[in-house]
């Protein structure tokens, strides 16, 4: 194993209860990331960036159709998000793409002064938090 990869994340996977909403939903946020589409089977999908890869899958084995980012678990994906203005711009568009912004009343600074994210949700209530570069 090459020593630059030892703690480097491998890849996400995230159950879903709706595919097609999820890959619109996902896939229009990751590929403003520099994701690249990966790979499609009938249950998931996934996008690549480097040697990272995230996946959603509406599994078969899924227990539940609800995901509750305040219940223990996954609670946000942190993306680095290029600029402020980069963030800002994924911010004003993100509506249109199925994310609803969190802590508005807090933007840009809702992780603190100084720094620059925005934090948003997706139909399925995954939080994501884009980070401006400092």
């Known amino acids: 194993m090459e020593s630059d ?8 996977e995230l159950w879903v209860p709706d595919l ?6 996902w896939g229009w946020i990751l590929e403003n ?21 995230i996946v959603v899958e509406e599994s ?5 159709r609800e995901h509750h980012r305040t219940a223990p ?8 998000a ?22 508005p009343e807090k933007y840009p600074f809702a992780g603190g002064l100084g720094n ?4 948003l949700a997706n139909s399925d209530g995954f939080e994501i938090e884009l980070v401006a570069a400092s």
């Open 5 to 12: 990869s030892v703690g480097a994340l491998h890849h996400v």
């Open 20 to 25: 097609a909403r999820a890959t619109a939903e």
């Open 33 to 53: 990331l520099g994701y690249e589409a990966y790979q499609s089977w009938s249950h998931g999908t996934s996008w690549r960036l480097g040697r990272t890869y």
């Open 60 to 64: 078969p084995d899924l227990s539940s």
């Open 73 to 80: 678990g996954l609670n946000h994906l942190a993306f680095h």
């Open 82 to 103: 290029g600029s402020a203005e980069q963030v800002d711009e994924l911010a004003g568009a993100a509506p249109l793409h199925g994310w609803i912004p969190l802590f």
């Open 116 to 119: 620059h994210a925005a934090y």
